[in-house]
């Protein structure tokens, strides 16, 4: 159980064009997901949570009006990267969070999505 | 903010070594997560240890964590070639700044 998925795995854009990842929980519903990005070699870097329902709040630095994020139902949201450029391009993980803090909880993470931008 | 940071970076043993990392974080935390990732690959989430506890095992598996020192190890036992990968802590606040550290690569040589 606990099982999130991305798609697509991999996409190659050119610059300036938009590129929509999605994040699904596939067997159960997520009210919090998160949204990271990763360069080669390091670490995960939190890049905003989405809540279903409302707008998503941003770590500070990132760009809201760059990276759309919707989390438009209980097992969707998906990250939309705008006018993207070649600093864009990144490992981009999801995660989704089973039940609701401050209990605890485990984020579930997808297998990421590798984005190139040329 | 608060952040993990594992210990060492990088970590080099042959197959049926343990292998010890270490996590250091700078505020008070809720929970304390490790997390394995291969190469090019997703999270995958290994143990949860909530502040209240010192110690968790999971087979080969084996967190502590000393709030005190604000500080978690993760031990490996009777490595294996598959255990090859990158291992973070990340911690949360009640729900809030979910933070990873920057990981231990852990290559584990036949």
């Known amino acids: 159980g606990a099982v999130v998925s991305q798609h697509p795995s991999w996409v190659i854009c050119k610059s300036g064009t938009s590129v929509k990842i999605e994040c699904r929980s596939l067997?159960?519903?997520?009210?919090?997901m998160f949204w990271y990005r990763q360069f080669p070699k390091q670490s995960l870097m939190l890049m905003a949570t989405s809540n279903e329902g409302s707008k998503a709040t941003y770590e500070q630095g990132v760009e809201k009006d760059k990276f759309l994020i919707n989390h438009a139902s209980l097992t969707l949201s998906t990250l939309t990267v705008t006018s993207a450029h070649p600093e864009d391009s990144s490992f981009y993980i999801c995660?989704?969070?089973?039940?609701?803090?401050?209990?605890?909880?485990?984020?579930?993470f997808g297998p990421g999505t590798r984005l190139t931008v040329t | 903010s608060q952040q993990g940071e594992e210990d060492p970076q990088a970590l080099s043993i042959q197959e049926g070594e343990n292998a010890t990392m270490n996590c250091s974080y700078k505020?008070?935390?809720?929970?304390l997560q490790w997390y394995r990732q291969n190469s090019g690959r997703g999270l995958v989430h290994l143990i949860l240890?909530?502040?209240?506890?010192r110690e968790k095992h999971s087979g080969r598996l084996r967190v502590t964590l000393d709030t005190s020192k604000k500080s978690s190890s993760l031990l490996i036992t009777a490595s294996r070639a598959a255990d090859t990968a990158s291992y973070f802590c990340?911690?949360?606040?009640?729900?809030?700044?979910?933070?990873f550290g920057p990981g231990t690569r852990l290559s584990v040589l036949p």
């Open positions: 067997d159960f519903q997520a009210t919090t």
């Open positions: 995660s989704a969070v089973p039940g609701r803090p401050p209990a605890g909880y485990e984020q579930y």
């Open positions: 990340a911690t949360d606040n009640y729900g809030q700044n979910f933070v």
């Open positions: 505020t008070s935390i809720n929970n």
């Open positions: 240890i909530r502040s209240n506890e």
